[in-house]
């Protein structure tokens, strides 16, 4: 198991109730409700701590209504960085006075740059998504999902020349994605989960996160040579990710990206080179 996923919770605070940074050692904050907010927590500190940086990494309580408020107390109490997961996304790029990648963010961000006063974003999961699928010649993806993962996915695949389909459970949200969507390439929404003349399948859903869930999907009309995509990841292999293997397929890790994301987060606020090596070790994987 990666450290990350072994670390004890980091306690929540309330930003209001942070201490001015006396020390000078890099703070970083991480915001947001989902689980997942643990695990960046404890990677985070560990990455940091592999390479040497004196680092506070804190985890901050902020309504949606309220994170304008608390990203301005961060910068009064000279926090360098904010990790921000669901559901303050969006409130995220709308605080940024410049938005770095704002061609792959769709109006979403996950990483803040504090400098002075000034607040930049950047959407580190498309840029890593794209880092990833650079070396694939494009062809047709299936996506499965909707949600904000999957318009990040789509809009990387659509302006490296894919062709992408899109299913979901709920067909209202993907009505919304395709239509959003067009402007920068050939996508298409499709009635089932079928792979038919896809040479890459990703799982943008948030079935994967537990034992025992993945999304559904046409196995047996998977062509050989599929790479597949799990963007949800555990301490294990996902059973997604298990059951494409089991097949003779290739399948990535979501821990792939998420370490790829971490890394690029973590140069922008130190403004040099990251190595993977000690990120990808505290997630597990080996180097």
């Not at 606020?269 to 990251?274: A, F, N, Q």
Request: some cysteine.
């Amino acid at each position: 198991m990666g450290a990350a996923f072994g670390s004890p919770p980091t306690p929540l605070s309330e930003w209001s109730e942070l201490a001015a940074n006396e020390s000078g050692d890099l703070r970083i904050a991480v915001a947001g409700e989902d689980p997942i907010a643990n695990v960046v927590c404890a990677l985070t500190r560990i990455a940091l701590q592999a390479l040497g940086e004196p680092t506070e990494v804190v985890r901050v309580n902020s309504p949606i209504g309220k994170f304008e408020s608390c990203v301005n107390g961060l910068v009064e109490r000279g926090f360098k960085g904010v990790h921000v997961v669901n559901p303050l996304k969006v409130a995220a790029a709308r605080l940024g006075e410049r938005f770095y990648m704002s061609e792959h963010s769709m109006g979403v961000a996950n990483t803040l740059l504090l400098q002075g006063e000034r607040v930049y974003a950047k959407n580190t999961e498309s840029i890593a998504y794209a880092k990833r699928l650079e070396s694939l010649e494009p062809g047709v993806a299936l996506v499965l999902g909707a949600g904000q993962g999957a318009r990040s996915v789509s809009v990387s695949l659509l302006t490296a020349g894919w062709k992408v389909r899109v299913w979901n459970q709920g067909r209202m949200k993907s009505s919304v994605l395709v239509p959003l969507l067009s402007r920068y390439g050939d996508i298409e929404l499709i009635p089932h989960p079928n792979p038919s003349g896809c040479s890459l399948i990703i799982n943008a859903t948030p079935l994967g996160a537990k034992a025992g869930e993945m999304p559904p999907l046409d196995w047996v009309n998977i062509r050989r040579g599929t790479l597949v995509f799990d963007r949800m990841f555990r301490n294990v292999a996902t059973d997604f990710v298990r059951e494409a293997r089991n097949r003779g397929l290739r399948a990535i890790d979501g821990r792939e990206l998420f370490a790829e994301q971490m890394a690029l987060a973590l140069e922008w606020w130190l403004d040099k080179p990251v190595p993977l090596a000690p990120v990808r070790l505290a997630l597990g994987m080996r180097n």
